[in-house]
């Protein structure tokens, strides 16, 4: 006899009364109330909605008995068939309940019945075809057993319904990787084949952009170079190297396009990008208040991203005059702190404000000559936003007292330094990390502490990937008086640095054997 919770027998008994042809007890007598008669539609929806909480509950009881770190796991094998037994029953009366489908599927994955599944999956795609969810759940689920090869036939079943479909091709792309990156490789030459699946091979390269930027990149160039004159291709191109912080390489590509497909909201949007990121503001404020915000279906976000970015370009466009005019005062006075940061082994030479963050950029300095940024990876490469650097193996024992909005407080322009704030909310929690922009980002003027821009080598920092290393970095010019920063220790008190830090000692890495700094 099978250990089956009682209100599950109940369920059984009232979807079939042949139930014990699973092995399954019916109830005794009394314990069920009979179902109402039927006479019209809206009785019917009752009654299959009463039907419905009752296998609900059935479901949950079983969850709660699997619970139970006394169940056996043939128990437990037994509860799941005879539930998925009672799910059955009722689909066959209610054959499009998209409820009771999630659940046979849920049970049919629990039990490890991969025809169940299929054929589940497949009943819900039939039903309801756009639900992408569904496809990529059915994918999962051999993909989470290592069976990725019959996830991958899966996926192209999918695209078979949906070959232009992102997210199915994302998850194609992801899980051909972990089978053979070549294949990826591979699907791309068939869709650049031929002229009619050119749409698909677009549509690959939107998809690879999500989870290697680059390599849709290289994909991108050989497209490009068998249609450079079709629009679509063009458009394709302009995001994959604006993605990839190409942005004067997109600019020359998308101003190529018909005037017609420049109106587009979303191209114009990109174009205005590439414009703002080597600041050329003006001209990235005035192609994106082109742009007809009441044409623009609101569903797609679209139009909230411009709503938020177009005071911003404003804002950018009006206070760079002011910004350059403080460089030309830099660039005459000339006693700014300078350093080189070696990065993959490339030079990136960067000027310091030290009177408009003086404590931020002694304690820059001081970490500096201690060598403890040598040798340290990039925290995180966030293309097309920032590379955070100063990620040592273990943290300081210090923050930093913010300088974000002293008095002649600089702002975020691509090149800019700044220190990263690991909990927003306090704006003192900075400690030894610190960012290099790539693009503009005045929505953080006066949010964090600017204590620096690369004046040389900005191309490096944008060109960085994930594996990103810095190899050194080496002060080029000091300040004229040595200062000791004051920063906060771990119980809240304001110290010295060199205090502070005179017990520090960072933990002794083995070198990476197969990495190369050396300049190329």
């Excluded at 009672?86 to 025809?115: F, H, M, V």
């Amino acid at each position: 006899m099978l250990h089956v919770p009682r209100r599950l027998l109940n369920v059984l008994a009232v979807l079939a009364p042949a139930t014990m042809c699973l092995g399954v007890q019916p109830p005794t007598q009394g314990t069920l109330q009979e179902d109402p008669l039927v006479t019209s539609d809206s009785d019917e929806a009752s009654l299959q909605e009463s039907r419905w909480k009752r296998l609900a509950q059935a479901a949950q009881d079983v969850r709660q008995n699997m619970q139970d770190a006394g169940l056996t796991e043939e128990t437990i094998l037994d509860q799941l068939t005879t539930l998925l037994k009672a799910t059955e029953l009722y689909l066959e009366t209610y054959p499009e309940d998209l409820k009771a489908l999630n659940l046979k599927a849920s049970l049919c994955g629990e039990l490890r019945n991969d025809t169940c599944v299929d054929n589940t999956a497949l009943d819900m795609l039939q039903i309801q075809p756009e639900n992408i969810q569904t496809g990529l759940q059915w994918a999962a689920y051999y993909a989470s057993t290592d069976r990725n090869q019959r996830a991958l036939e899966i996926v192209d079943i999918l695209l078979n319904s949906k070959p232009e479909g992102l997210m199915y091709l994302n998850a194609w792309i992801i899980t051909a990787r972990e089978i053979d990156p070549s294949l990826i490789d591979a699907r791309f030459q068939e869709l650049i084949a031929t002229p009619e699946t050119l749409p698909q091979a677009l549509a690959f390269i939107t998809a690879r952009r999500q989870s290697d930027v680059w390599h849709a990149m290289e994909l991108n160039d050989l497209l490009f170079a068998m249609h450079p004159d079709d629009p679509e291709v063009m458009k394709n191109r302009g995001h994959s190297l604006r993605a990839a912080n190409r942005f004067a390489d997109a600019r020359e590509v998308l101003g190529k396009l018909p005037e017609e497909h420049l109106a587009d909201p979303k191209i114009a949007y990109l174009y205005s990008d590439c414009h703002y990121a080597d600041h050329e503001f003006d001209r990235a404020h005035e192609i994106m208040s082109s742009i007809d915000l009441d044409s623009i279906d609101s569903a797609s976000g679209l139009q909230r991203r411009l709503t938020f970015m177009l005071p911003l370009r404003k804002q950018a466009a009006e206070s760079w005059p002011t910004e350059l005019d403080r460089r030309v005062v830099d660039a005459a006075e000339d006693t700014n702190p300078k350093v080189r940061l070696m990065i993959d082994g490339q030079p990136v030479e960067v000027e310091l404000f030290l009177d408009e963050a003086p404590n931020t950029v002694a304690a820059f300095l001081a970490m500096t000559s201690r060598g403890l940024y040598d040798n340290t990876p990039f925290g995180q490469v966030q293309t097309g936003f920032r590379s955070i650097g100063g990620t040592l193996p273990i943290g300081v024992p210090y923050s930093l007292p913010t300088e974000r909005a002293l008095p002649g407080s600089r702002d975020f322009y691509s090149g800019t330094l700044a220190m990263y704030l690991p909990m927003a909310s306090n704006e003192n929690s900075a400690g030894c990390e610190w960012c290099i922009y790539h693009f503009p980002a005045p929505h953080l003027n006066q949010e964090r502490t600017v204590f620096g821009r690369v004046t040389d080598g900005l191309e490096t920092v944008r060109s960085m990937r994930e594996d990103s290393h810095l190899d050194a970095v080496e002060i080029i010019r000091s300040p004229d008086v040595d200062v000791d920063p004051i920063v906060i220790d771990a119980t809240g008190n304001r110290r010295p640095f060199s205090e502070v830090m005179e017990q520090f000692t960072l933990p002794v890495l083995e070198p990476d054997p197969d990495r190369n700094t050396s300049e190329e």
